[in-house]
């Protein structure tokens, strides 16, 4: 692999710190100040929009600019925005300061993910590819893994305000890194204007998963489905039920919580470690046992709050559950996005990669809404709220069959 790649990786880690140590912190914040499930993931759900909207630009950017540039931009960009967020902090409404930052924070993370997927093929041989997404996947899980735990550490005895100025460096660090990153590129002589030229990229990408790769589409809305009914009630049920449904003091519950994201970020770190053997050696209809799986572990979460246990057996029975559905999320993550890249022409690359991203992400904020409210009316008794997205994500893996048979059939022609 070229020496550029480990760059990529070197700013990856950097960058993905800061955000995954300010993503913990800032929603934990609301819902510390606030009380309100409801409050939480309506606002999660608000601020996860622009990331959806903007992840075809970012796929559109990728194909058409020198991707080094946008990276760089996108780092210090964040750097510049988590400052000004720390100055205003105590001098507005907290609440329409925090979505104005979350949405922005997950405007600048659309737009950035598509640039570093398309980097890849570019940047690793053919026969690298899948361990080449592996590494970048890799680096994904330690970020989740260290940010949460270092950022429930920090909140719980410092506040908010030592994370951003942490999260301020890494970006800093980031963009400066990025610099010496050289990225092949070829400068793009369309002579239509920059609006046009976006919604014909757009066009032409949903064209090709359409109707050129249907199996694109389908795939994506099966994963859309999975975030809809499974990702989403952990995103939002997680920090509810550890802080205030245990039976913790607030500083105890927000570093039990930075706890069980670093237990996850360590799940994910562990499939992408298992990626690299395991990659050449599944097929795409294992991803359908990968989603029946994490079904079924959902029900030991949910058993332990019918059954009364105690606090300490409900959090080690969510950790154990919570750290097997990462490692198996990261697993598909990779397969699927390796999958995609070998069926996509390289001039399209980005822009099919962020469509289908697009996709996949669109019914999140729909179920960080749902979830919200669930858990503010239902969070006396979660369980139900847990065996009810059980079932959906079981529904979910059954019709996810055909779809990646159709992918088998795919790669094998």
């Given at each position: 692999?070229?020496?550029?790649?480990?760059?990529?990786?070197?700013?990856?880690?950097?960058?993905?710190?800061g955000n995954a140590v300010l993503r913990f912190a800032l929603p934990l914040y609301l819902l510390n100040e606030t009380g309100s499930a409801a409050l939480f993931g309506v606002v999660s759900a608000c601020s996860f929009l622009p990331m959806i909207l903007l992840s075809p630009v970012g796929g559109i950017l990728a194909d058409r600019l020198n991707k080094r540039n946008i990276m760089v931009a996108l780092d210090f960009g964040m750097a510049v925005l988590v400052t000004v967020f720390q100055?205003?902090?105590?001098?507005?409404?907290?609440?329409?300061?925090?979505?104005?930052?979350?949405?922005?924070?997950?405007?600048?993370?659309?737009?950035?993910?598509?640039?570093?997927?398309?980097?890849?093929?570019?940047?690793?041989?053919?026969?690298?590819?899948?361990?080449?997404?592996?590494?970048?996947?890799?680096?994904?899980?330690?970020?989740?893994?260290?940010?949460?735990?270092?950022?429930?550490?920090?909140?719980?005895?410092?506040?908010?305000?030592?994370?951003?100025?942490?999260?301020?460096?890494?970006?800093?660090?980031?963009?400066?890194?990025?610099?010496?990153?050289?990225?092949?590129?070829?400068?793009?002589?369309?002579?239509?204007?920059?609006?046009?030229?976006?919604?014909?990229?757009?066009?032409?990408?949903?064209?090709?998963?359409?109707?050129?790769?249907?199996?694109?589409?389908?795939?994506?809305?099966?994963?859309?489905?999975?975030?809809?009914?499974?990702?989403?009630?952990?995103?939002?049920?997680?920090?509810?039920?550890?802080?205030?449904?245990?039976?913790?003091?607030?500083?105890?519950?927000?570093?039990?919580?930075?706890?069980?994201?670093?237990?996850?970020?360590?799940?994910?770190?562990?499939?992408?470690?298992?990626?690299?053997?395991?990659?050449?050696?599944?097929?795409?209809?294992?991803?359908?046992?990968?989603?029946?799986?994490?079904?079924?572990?959902?029900?030991?979460?949910?058993?332990?709050?019918?059954?009364?246990?105690?606090?300490?057996?409900?959090?080690?029975?969510?950790?154990?559950?919570?750290?097997?559905?990462?490692?198996?999320?990261?697993?598909?993550?990779?397969?699927?996005?390796?999958?995609?890249?070998?069926?996509?022409?390289?001039?399209?690359?980005?822009?099919?990669?962020?469509?289908?991203?697009?996709?996949?992400?669109?019914?999140?904020?729909?179920?960080?809404?749902?979830?919200?409210?669930?858990?503010?009316?239902?969070?006396?008794?979660?369980?139900?709220?847990?065996?009810?997205?059980?079932?959906?994500?079981?529904?979910?893996?059954?019709?996810?069959?055909?779809?990646?048979?159709?992918?088998?059939?795919?790669?094998?022609?």
């Open positions: 692999m070229k020496k550029d790649f480990y760059i990529v990786l070197a700013g990856q880690i950097i960058s993905l710190f100055l205003m902090l105590g001098r507005m409404n907290l609440i329409a300061l925090l979505l104005i930052m979350m949405i922005l924070l997950y405007a600048i993370q659309g737009t950035y993910q598509p640039v570093v997927q398309a980097s890849v093929p570019v940047l690793v041989q053919a026969k690298q590819l899948m361990q080449g997404n592996a590494l970048v996947n890799l680096v994904q899980s330690l970020s989740g893994l260290a940010g949460p735990v270092a950022g429930g550490a920090l909140y719980s005895f410092f506040g908010i305000r030592p994370i951003l100025v942490i999260s301020a460096v890494c970006f800093l660090g980031a963009s400066i890194m990025e610099l010496f990153l050289h990225i092949p590129y070829t400068k793009n002589k369309s002579t239509e204007g920059l609006w046009k030229t976006g919604m014909r990229d757009i066009r032409e990408s949903f064209s090709f998963m359409h109707d050129t790769c249907p199996e694109i589409m389908k795939v994506s809305l099966i994963l859309s489905g999975f975030n809809l009914v499974l990702s989403t009630c952990i995103i939002i049920g997680l920090p509810v039920v550890i802080t205030r449904h245990l039976g913790y003091s607030a500083a105890v519950g927000n570093r039990m919580y930075g706890y069980m994201e670093g237990i996850m970020g360590a799940g994910g770190l562990t499939g992408g470690i298992l990626a690299g053997p395991l990659a050449r050696k599944m097929k795409p209809q294992d991803i359908t046992k990968i989603v029946a799986a994490c079904a079924f572990l959902l029900l030991p979460v949910g058993s332990g709050f019918l059954f009364g246990m105690s606090s300490s057996v409900i959090y080690l029975i969510m950790a154990v559950c919570n750290f097997l559905m990462m490692l198996m999320a990261a697993l598909a993550s990779i397969l699927v996005m390796s999958y995609l890249q070998i069926i996509t022409p390289n001039e399209i690359l980005g822009k099919v990669i962020s469509c289908a991203m697009c996709v996949v992400m669109l019914a999140q904020p729909l179920g960080q809404a749902i979830y919200g409210i669930l858990f503010q009316k239902f969070g006396g008794t979660p369980q139900y709220i847990f065996f009810l997205s059980a079932a959906a994500t079981a529904f979910v893996a059954w019709l996810s069959g055909k779809p990646f048979e159709k992918i088998e059939a795919l790669l094998a022609a």
